[in-house]
């Protein structure tokens, strides 16, 4: 059984057990929440698809830790001006772990 959540603006497709690392979220670490827009869910007797989500599907996750990825630089540069300009970026996730699908 797997389900395809939407949150941070991207989807994933998830089991139970899965840890998987999604755009930073408003939770504590340990707490557990819920993922409600849930885009399909796949059971032993075949794929229900929502239009756009799922009526009465949820997903449950605890969340494990917060933390930063890799830095990137970002540079850009123009030639002929004199024209360079380096940024660092490092972006901010949230780990959580499924324990849980409702469908």
Do not use: C, W
């Not at 929440?33 to 605890?62: I, N």
């Not at 360079?84 to 499924?98: A, D, N, S």
Request: proline share 3%; net charge positive; glycine share 8%.
């Amino acid at each position: 059984m797997y389900a395809v959540i939407k949150t941070g603006g991207k989807q994933y497709r998830v089991q139970e057990g899965d840890i998987l690392r999604v755009e930073k979220l408003k939770a504590q670490e340990g707490q557990t929440m819920e993922f409600d827009q849930v885009l399909a869910v796949s059971k032993a007797d075949g794929l229900t698809v929502g239009a756009p989500y799922v009526e009465g599907a949820k997903v449950e996750a605890k969340v494990l830790e917060h933390g930063k990825d890799k830095k990137i630089i970002v540079f850009k540069y123009r030639p002929k001006k004199h024209s360079r300009k380096t940024q660092g970026h490092r972006q901010p996730f949230t780990e959580v772990q499924i324990t849980k699908i409702n469908a």
